[in-house]
């Protein structure tokens, strides 16, 4: 005799189920329960036709990752007649009609709590708030998350770069959506051992070397207080929080490849070659900033990797008035793999078409001394202003006619971003990264890698050409404008709430 199928409410109020069953089996059972009760309500909240269970179901399943509060009523039953946030009508159910629930987003915490205190004691016990709450993929806070990034370096950095503009772009606009963002980083000489930065809490320890042994023990020791650490891999070597901790994900910038062996020692750059071989198949998420990335990325092994590209603060770039006379600006690190005595040989020759033109380098770096000597040797009319504040950098940025960007490798290249929003076109090495951030003919030009004498006739033409400049500079500041700190953020914190 073929036997009927225990209901998941059946299933819910057993007390035998509530003993023997695993929470994640009640859990699932909840939803489907609650999805069998809701069938009937969700044409209120959508405003669409009626929903069979099956789609009843799959609609809690995506209410689970946008509208965690209102799960969380729909999955506890409790009596409340009340207004989520963005106009989301919570209709009333079996709980007792006393029973009174807040779902606004200023104490999602308490909301929680109020609705396991009045759902019916089978469902209280069968589910302790504490598993809810991690089938709802959020903390236990309700929908804010608490987040440890673990990255090199801060903002007030003396080496601070790129890859830490990125960072702290995305984590102050995470802190400041309600978030709770803590950043581990290494401490240089003078440095306070903790310190607020824009709402995000920066805790340093060690240097260079020694932050990838603090790291794991940190994570080991506080992973637990996070709902989900990122390692933020921009110099080549992983910090290992998957071994320590659940739920992680990588931020990988680029991939270095065999520029490691003209940047670091014979020795070190093995090491690195092989850690990048290993790292994108370590994290189970991976962010990058690019297409080039994503595919070397993949090439690599890794599973699952997101394009979240660099972005730029519109209100801080933005076009000004140019220079009357022709002005050339290189702005980036003085490091190996940035090539600043290119710009130099590129500066020079293109001095013999453009004499008038003005050469301008800015940043600082280990190699800021010897370029100023082959300058001084080889081109002694380019200025040289060391580290800028960001204001200086911006008038350059307006000022300057045409950027000029020499590095072997990128993740996407910021800098070429920051120069197109302020109206100003780029010649670039077609490299990975750079091609993302540079559409050859359209916002700058492209030349071969390492083409000195290419890259400067480039230089001399778009300088020479009013019509291509003005048509240079008014498609890149136009493709500047899609990207968007907050449209960054706003995807980091989706692929980040559904770990």
């Avoid at 060690?206 to 891999?233: E, Q, S, W």
């Avoid at 090439?299 to 394009?307: D, K």
């Avoid at 960007?405 to 090495?429: K, M, N, Q, R, W």
């Amino acid at each position: 005799m073929r036997t009927r199928p225990i209901t998941p409410q059946e299933q819910l109020e057993s007390p035998k189920s509530r003993r023997g069953l695993e929470a994640k089996t009640l859990q699932k059972a909840a939803v489907k329960y609650a999805a069998v009760d809701i069938a009937k309500h969700i044409p209120q909240i959508h405003r669409q036709p009626p929903f069979d269970r099956d789609t009843a179901a799959q609609k809690l399943e995506e209410m689970e990752l946008k509208k965690p509060q209102l799960l969380v009523i729909c999955l506890m039953e409790a009596d409340a007649q009340q207004t989520c946030r963005d106009g989301w009508a919570v209709p009333s159910y079996i709980a007792p009609a006393s029973t009174t629930l807040s779902c606004t987003p200023t104490d999602p915490q308490a909301a929680i709590k109020n609705a396991h205190t009045a759902c019916p004691t089978s469902y209280k016990s069968a589910i302790p708030r504490r598993h809810l709450c991690r089938s709802l993929k959020t903390s236990p806070h309700g929908g804010t998350m608490k987040i440890l990034f673990i990255n090199h370096r801060d903002p007030r950095h003396p080496l601070a770069g790129g890859a830490e503009e990125y960072l702290f772009q995305i984590a102050k606009r995470l802190a400041k959506r309600g978030h709770e963002v803590t950043v581990l980083t290494e401490r240089p000489p003078g440095a306070p051992p903790q310190e607020d930065i824009d709402g995000v809490s920066v805790v340093r320890r060690g240097g260079f070397a020694t932050l990838h042994i603090y790291a794991p023990l940190y994570v080991k020791r506080h992973g637990r207080d996070h709902n989900v650490v990122v390692d933020n891999v921009a110099h080549v070597f992983p910090f290992m929080s998957p071994l320590f901790a659940r739920k992680t994900a990588a931020i990988i910038h680029h991939i270095n490849g065999p520029v490691l062996l003209k940047t670091t020692p014979l020795p070190a750059a093995l090491a690195g070659m092989a850690a990048e071989g290993i790292t994108p198949r370590l994290y189970r998420t991976i962010i990058t900033v690019s297409p080039s990335t994503r595919n070397m990325l993949i090439r690599l092994g890794a599973r699952q990797v997101h394009i979240v590209p660099n972005a730029v603060d519109h209100k801080t770039y933005r076009p000004g008035p140019k220079s009357p006379t022709p002005l050339v600006v290189w702005i980036n690190r003085f490091v190996p793999y940035k090539n600043p005595q290119d710009a130099v040989k590129i500066f020079a020759q293109a001095k013999k078409e453009v004499p008038e033109a003005r050469f301008v380098m800015v940043g600082g770096g280990p190699l800021l001394e010897k370029t100023k000597k082959l300058a001084a040797q080889t081109a002694p009319f380019i200025e040289f202003t060391g580290r800028t504040p960001t204001h200086t950098k911006v008038k350059l940025l307006q000022q300057a006619w045409v950027c000029l960007y020499t590095s072997d490798v990128e993740g996407f290249g910021l800098g070429i971003l920051e120069a197109a929003a302020c109206e100003t076109p780029c010649v670039a090495y077609d490299v990975p990264g750079v091609r993302d951030a540079v559409i050859h003919g359209k916002t700058g030009l492209l030349v071969p890698h390492r083409d000195v004498k290419t890259a400067a006739a480039a230089l001399a033409y778009i300088l020479r050409n009013d019509q291509l400049r003005k048509s240079l500079a008014e498609a890149a500041r136009q493709y500047a404008n899609q990207f968007d700190w907050d449209k960054s953020t706003e995807k980091i914190e989706k692929i980040l709430s559904s770990l």
